[in-house]
């Protein structure tokens, strides 16, 4: 079956950052690459994080475009997800963000700021790559998720039914269990409930995904992601004691999302200077569900923050 987006110009990569092959310290990231066309000046680097549960292909409809806009992009698989590795630990967003930082600046050599973008799980860690390295964050723009120590993140957390998936992934082995042989039927139920364009996510798609998380592994580093929302919390909280983020940030959600009522009240916590967009027609896949607007409103907000050398 062919393709319904264009990677010819992709590069896919693993890199060691860290650890002993074939032992449990071991760390390989995945990465997608994708360079303007060669007669483009490149004008910065954009890195595109993902969410749970997907990984770097639920970009693929955005990565070129964006690419052709005249930006390098570099898609990761995080920590545990796709292609990389999947450690025991590290799963705090601290760590997971610093893991793509030392891609980004140590594997790939990029010095200039970036602009960090990051959806679901993904958002949480675009948030936590800004405040840790803002001299290396042109702009910031996430959305589509509660971010953990913010008084937003509390009310959700305690008060709203449709996130009753956060206290399930938090416990110890028994959703692994209770998911073991059911992956495909457990993360298609995400899909189907946040999705507002029913053709977004193909069963070839699906397919995509059930693979990738069916493999050893792959839906304890899941979870792992959200066993860490609590020490999440107080991370970040340290940052706010320091005072707001000057990165320029946008909030980024779907106009049926959850989140887009409360969006700019909760970056607000968090962030001097804080911008809103909303992906039309879209529940929570925002870049699968309508991936013009998605670049649309991402790109526009980015050159209002392109970096100048």
Not at 9 to 34: F, Q
Not at 63 to 87: F, Q, W
Not at 142 to 153: M, N
Request: charge should be negative; proline fraction near 6%.
């Amino acid at each position: 079956m062919s393709k319904d987006y264009d990677d010819s110009a992709w590069v896919s990569k693993r890199v060691l950052l860290s650890g002993e092959p074939s032992t449990p310290t071991e760390l390989y990231l995945h990465y997608i690459d994708c360079r303007p066309p060669a007669s483009t000046n490149i004008q910065g680097l954009i890195i595109l994080i993902h969410g749970y549960p997907q990984t770097s292909y639920q970009f693929r409809h955005v990565i070129t475009p964006l690419s052709l806009t005249g930006y390098r992009i570099i898609a990761p698989d995080y920590r545990g997800a796709g292609h990389s590795s999947r450690p025991r630990d590290g799963y705090n967003k601290m760590q997971m963000a610093a893991d793509i930082h030392q891609l980004v600046t140590g594997h790939l050599k990029f010095r200039q700021p970036a602009h960090v973008v990051g959806h679901d799980i993904g958002g949480m860690i675009a948030h936590a790559y800004a405040v840790q390295f803002p001299s290396h964050t042109a702009s910031v723009a996430w959305g589509e998720c509660p971010l953990p120590g913010t008084q937003v993140y509390d009310e959700i957390v305690k008060n709203d039914r449709r996130v009753w998936h956060f206290d399930f992934h938090m416990q110890i082995d028994l959703p692994e269990l209770l998911t073991q042989g059911r992956e495909r039927i457990y993360i298609k139920h995400f899909y189907d409930r946040l999705c507002i364009n029913a053709r977004a996510i193909t069963p070839k798609d699906l397919d995509h995904y059930a693979f990738c998380f069916e493999q050893p592994g792959a839906m304890r580093a899941g979870f792992e992601t959200y066993r860490a929302f609590d020490r999440d919390c107080v991370e970040n909280r340290s940052f706010q004691h320091r005072g707001k983020c000057n990165v320029p940030a946008l909030v980024l959600n779907g106009e049926h999302s959850l989140f887009t009522d409360v969006a700019r009240k909760q970056a607000s916590e968090v962030y001097h200077t804080v911008e809103e967009a909303i992906v039309e027609g879209s529940g929570h896949w925002i870049a699968e569900e309508n991936p013009q607007d998605f670049i649309k409103k991402l790109i526009f907000f980015i050159r209002e923050h392109d970096f100048i050398s």
